[in-house]
């Protein structure tokens, strides 16, 4: 977990303007923070697509408290600037599948005032380098095929396709 100073956010980020931003890992007692941050950000991405948010937002937040507690296998990293949270990133160990050792990169969410600033570039970064901690082979992410900011967050890794899933009404 890192502090970056403006100096390196604009060597390595490309943000210029004066700010520290730290990287810390969340804990069960940021639980409340993680799930109004996931749950907010799930629903912006829900007014671009057909579906409901949250089907079951119970349930949501059972499955965001299980996953703080999981430390072993998940844990969440939050961007901040001055204690305030301005992104969010989810990283998880998945089962192996055909041998390979294999995490996963979800629900990167940055705030908009903050936006293509590199702060989910090191969001990204910080959670690489946990994935290698963890002695995983491979990491995945999922990005919706409209979301290009996402997209161009991960273009520099290289991503190749391994599968497609795509949805339709019945």
Known sequence: MGVYSSSEVAKNFCYTKSMDISIRKATTKGLATVVGW??????????????????????ERENIAQGLADTRNNTYFLALVNDKVIGIVRAKIAAPLVGIRRGQIKSLHVDKKYRRKGIG??????????????????????IRYNNIASQAAFRKYKPKPWFTISTFKI
């Open 38 to 59: 996931i749950m907010m950000h799930q629903e912006d991405a829900a007014k671009t697509e057909l579906r409901n948010a949250m089907q079951n937002p119970k349930k």
């Open 121 to 142: 570039r090191m969001l990204i970064e910080e959670t690489i380098q946990w994935l290698k901690g963890k002695k995983v082979d491979t990491a995945e992410i999922v």
